[in-house]
């Protein structure tokens, strides 16, 4: 649909931009990256720039530049041809943006920035991981009422929900103890025991060594 190629802002461990990466592979969208960790002093100024709040991901699409990643997956999912990622039933597609909704606003804190971050340190910060815990349980138990019986996330076809939700699980899942918790969610862990194997799912999963973010 577009022959401008699309650039993406992005840093590799976040999930955030891990989430455009996934929609970028299931539309088939040919993308260069430009690296920026959003957690060191010296992000350029010229990224300051184009997102003010100091966050990856954005993309820009020829003199179009768009930050905030829900609309940025939506974005994709509109301006390009490929497969529709987005249902096209007003109770799917709400249930698609509610999902996202809940993982952004309750979801992307307690289990990334608390449960998952809390393993960074040379031991790991336990009260960290304990609180981040207790608030992932409610976020899991609210999806796990949500999760649509026929395959996917939001609906019986991938949507945007699935790529929204992929990333955070997969860190969340990396500390045993959230492993441990995850399994209390039965449609939920099998929800993930496909979606795992998607080929979108491994391509962009980030390869961690002892350089964490
Ligand atoms: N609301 C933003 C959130 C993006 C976000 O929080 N990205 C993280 C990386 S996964 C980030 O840039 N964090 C930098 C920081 O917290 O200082 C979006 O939807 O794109």
């Not at 590799?12 to 002093?41: C, M, Q, W």
């Amino acid at each position: 649909m577009s022959d401008r190629k699309i650039e993406l802002f992005s840093y590799k461990f976040s999930v955030y931009s891990r989430i455009v990466r996934i929609v970028l592979a299931e539309k088939g969208i040919d993308f260069e990256t430009h690296e920026i960790n959003p957690f060191a002093s010296d992000v350029p100024a010229r990224y300051l720039n184009i997102h003010p709040f100091k966050r990856v991901p954005t993309i820009r699409h020829g003199n179009f530049t768009l930050y905030e990643t829900g609309p940025v997956t939506q974005y994709l999912d509109e301006a390009f041809n490929g497969p529709s990622l987005q249902p096209n039933a007003a109770p799917e597609r709400a249930r698609m943006r509610q999902i996202i909704a809940i993982i952004d606003s309750y979801g992307y804190w307690p289990l990334v920035r608390k449960v998952f971050s809390s393993t960074f340190k040379e031991e790991i910060d336990e009260a960290m991981l304990n609180e981040g815990l207790q608030e992932s349980a409610p976020v899991l138990a609210a999806l796990e009422k949500l999760v649509c019986d026929a395959g996917y996330i939001a609906a019986p076809s991938y949507s945007l929900a699935d790529a929204h939700v992929i990333p955070m699980i997969d860190y969340f899942l990396m500390v045993p103890e959230g492993a441990a918790m995850f399994i209390r969610y039965p449609k939920l862990t099998h929800w993930w025991d496909h979606i795992k194997e998607r080929p979108s799912t491994i391509s962009t999963r980030p390869i961690l060594s002892s350089e964490k973010s």
